[in-house]
């Protein structure tokens, strides 16, 4: 049986304090083999040259596989591939494809009067360089902006059309969440991977308003598990727990690669990749209880 491969996001850091966290997440995280780390601009795409050297020091020092994020947003057309091709030089050869969100104080996203409208038109752009391999992301739940979940399945599949080869979706809190818009992908005809993005809840409170943030849903039970499990002081077990049984109802039904968003906090996420098995030096319990 094939070990299921892992993937991690990262943000670049903006203070020395945040640089610290950063690179002690990458240390624990990266002997995990992943099979990329993704770096991600700021809100309004803010942190390019961050995004940038972080990238660069990915690559140089650890070894592993990167993928930048790469948005529309405040930037014209010869601008944004003149990004992509200072990442080329670095030795990306993965790209992110996003539209990316408003600016802040923005009240919805506006393109840029010469620059990329859409994600679609991100995508071929960079599919004509020839120098990248492109993910896009994918919405489970329906994205703020769209009017129901079959118009993101369409808008996914225009940007697999453009020339992405694999998505990467918003977080969810519930199996199905994913395995339904997995089964409406596949019937819109829709074969390129999908992966599941995981976030490892390091605080319910902070949880709660990122699917606030993107419209994703929360379930009443964990709602009322993590004030339990706080009030008795095991909201970390609790945590890992659940992030560990959703990823393994994920892997039960076939899923080949998980995305860890871990918001450059390496224990949570590292301990679940261990506890499902996923780690180079694995677990013999319990990865012979998973494929039991």
């Known amino acids: 049986m094939t070990r299921a491969q892992v993937s991690f996001e990262v943000f670049p850091p903006q203070s020395v304090d945040a640089s610290f966290r950063l690179w002690q997440a990458v240390q624990a995280l990266s002997p995990l083999s992943p099979d990329f780390v ?20 990915l690559q140089r020092t650890y070894g592993v596989e990167v993928a930048a994020h790469l948005t529309c947003v405040g930037a014209t057309r010869a601008q944004t591939l ?30 840029h009067p010469d620059g990329f409208a859409s994600t679609v038109e991100l995508v ?38 453009a020339g992405a080869s694999s998505a990467i979706t918003q977080f969810f809190f519930e199996a199905h969440t994913f395995l339904r818009f997995r089964d409406a992908c596949a019937k819109a005809g829709i074969t390129a991977p999908i992966i599941p993005g995981i976030l490892p809840i390091q605080t319910w409170a902070g949880a709660k308003r990122f699917a606030a943030r993107c419209g994703a849903s929360v379930p009443q039970r964990l709602d009322e598990g993590f004030t339990t499990a706080t009030r008795d002081g095991r909201e970390r077990l609790f945590a890992l727990t659940q992030c560990a049984t959703l990823c393994e109802r994920l892997l039960q039904e076939g899923v080949a690669q998980l995305h860890f968003y871990t918001l450059n906090c390496a224990d949570l996420t590292r301990d679940v990749v261990r506890a499902l098995g996923l780690a180079p030096e694995v677990i013999p319990y319990l990865a012979k209880s998973r494929v039991a």
């Open 124 to 161: 071929e752009a960079l599919a004509k360089t020839g120098l990248f391999t492109l993910r896009v992301a994918a919405y489970p739940e329906r994205h703020p902006e769209t009017a129901d979940t079959k118009a993101d399945v369409d808008w996914l599949k225009r940007k697999i059309d």
């Open 38 to 57: 993704s770096v991600t601009y700021g809100a309004g795409g803010g942190t390019r040259s961050q995004t940038q050297e972080t990238l660069a020091t």
């Open 82 to 111: 003149q990004t992509a091709a200072a990442f080329a030089a670095v030795g990306v050869r993965q790209i992110v494809a996003l539209r990316g969100d408003a600016p802040q104080g923005a009240a919805r996203f506006t393109p």
